[in-house]
């Protein structure tokens, strides 16, 4: 019974270290032996538990896109008033900065969505999800009284998180003009205006 867990566990290895070296040498040109330089392991073992590199990183997308909808989804059940929910959406939306691995990862592979239908897939699901969240917290607070939207939940939800999605590029491509700090501040900003109340507290 140990055999099966074990080898899970590696698979699980195998995919933060291939997350690494993802952000280290982009898709393109990514090899068999930069993961395994990256997971300490020899190319023989990575494709014995990955025997396509293509699959592998598919399952890097995939773990990145339950990581950053995981995240959110778990800060706003363990809130309950709609505006701390909506102000940690924001918070969690942005990268923390350039060496962020799973929003570099995530770019890096929603981009390959253009060359690949399963990445394609994972990236419209994140952004579903995302959206969805949103909606979720807005919609509440509008039943509550506490939001005043300049739109419908789902059409706010959607602006917020193209906008999320536009700052996170700059800040992950070390533009120095947007900062994490700055980034937030655009994003809580567009939250003021579509909401009518800051989308992180003071």
């Known amino acids: 019974m140990a055999r099966p867990k074990k080898q899970q566990q590696r698979r699980a290895d195998l995919v933060r270290a291939a997350a690494r070296a993802i952000a280290v040498r982009g898709v393109a040109g990514l090899t068999v ?7 300490e392991m020899s190319p023989g073992a990575v494709s014995y538990y990955y025997r396509e ?5 598919l399952a890097v997308h995939a773990d990145a896109v339950r990581r950053f909808y995981g995240v959110r989804r ?26 962020d691995l799973v929003c570099r990862v995530l770019y890096e592979l929603h981009v390959h969505g253009a060359r690949s ?3 394609a897939a994972l990236m419209s699901s994140l952004w579903e999800q995302e959206v969805s969240l949103y909606e979720l917290v807005l919609t ?24 999320e999605d536009a700052v996170g590029l700059h800040v992950v491509g070390h533009n120095p003009g947007v900062t994490p700090a700055r980034a937030l501040e655009l994003v809580a900003g567009l939250v003021e205006l579509e909401v009518g109340r800051a989308g992180v507290p003071s």
């Open 117 to 119: 239908a399963p990445h």
């Open 74 to 99: 778990e800060a706003i059940d363990a809130i309950d008033d709609p505006a701390e929910q909506l102000a940690e959406l924001v918070r969690l939306g942005v990268p923390t900065g350039a060496d």
């Open 53 to 57: 590199l293509d699959e592998l990183v």
């Open 140 to 163: 509440r607070g509008v039943e509550r009284g506490t939001f005043g939207l300049r739109g419908t939940p789902r059409r706010v939800a959607e602006t917020v998180v193209a906008l």
């Open 33 to 39: 032996r930069d993961v395994a330089a990256q997971a």
